[in-house]
């Protein structure tokens, strides 16, 4: 069965440093996202990406993360500069249509667990 | 932000039973709701979903029920197996969100008891 990938399954990292977490989603799929999770909290969304364009974004997503596609495979979500309340469980999901009519089903990757020291 | 709500954050079952999960949710807007089943250190895996136009949908041992006008959903396991043990998250969606965004509850953790 297809999957969403990423990688690193773990990252460490200084506070301040920059991370670059990957994720390469279902090949047939066009929309991708970033969700996180917190130890002990609610999954989040962070944002929705659509043909080379963020369609939604969340509060959390502000000027210190981005995302890109730099090639045909590959989904990536940069945090410029990592504060300790970074440390999450990042998520990458795909799906292969938008709009809810006829379902919204998004496939989520294994994550990687990002911890800010 | 409580717009999709679990309330109970834990359930133990005994194997054969029924294991039933609740979510509740304010926003009438939503129209698409998934049910999403989470290991530890793993990501959701997507279980069974429901549109709005429907009130039931099923797929083997897992059945969800959709009130709208109580906006409520549930998901039943008939017969729970000790592998269903895991974290279930129901999630929500709708139209108004343009770029699909799914809201999650707080999860409620099943145990299965052998």
């Known amino acids: 069965e297809p999957e969403v990938t990423q990688t690193p399954s773990h990252q460490v990292t200084q506070m301040g440093q920059e991370v670059i977490l990957r994720c390469v989603p279902i090949?047939?799929?066009?929309?991708f996202y970033w969700y996180r999770q917190i130890l002990g909290q609610k999954v989040e969304f962070l944002v929705s990406?659509?043909?080379?364009?963020?369609?939604?974004k969340s509060e959390i997503f502000d000027d210190q993360f981005s995302v890109e596609r730099p090639d045909g495979s590959n989904f990536t979500l940069k945090i410029r500069s990592t504060k300790l309340e970074d440390s999450a469980m990042y998520f990458c999901a795909s799906s292969d249509q938008q709009g809810t009519n006829s379902g919204n089903t998004i496939y989520f990757g294994e994550g990687s667990w990002l911890t800010v020291v | 932000d409580q717009q999709v709500k679990q309330n109970s954050p834990s359930l133990s079952v005994q194997e054969g039973r029924i294991s039933i999960l609740n979510c509740d949710y304010t926003?009438?807007?939503?129209?698409?709701f998934l049910w999403y089943k989470k290991y530890p250190a793993e990501g959701p895996t997507f279980l069974i979903s429901?549109?709005?136009?429907?009130d039931k949908n099923e797929d083997g041992r897992f059945t969800v029920f959709l009130n709208k006008s109580a906006k409520h959903l549930s998901l039943h396991i008939v017969p729970s197996q000790p592998g269903d043990s895991a974290v279930y998250f129901c999630a929500a969606s709708g139209r108004f969100n343009a770029g699909n965004m799914l809201t999650f509850g707080g999860g409620t953790r099943l145990m299965v008891k052998p």
């Open positions: 990406f659509y043909n080379n364009e963020i369609s939604e």
């Open positions: 926003n009438s807007m939503f129209d698409y």
């Open positions: 090949s047939n799929h066009l929309y």
């Open positions: 429901i549109s709005s136009i429907k």
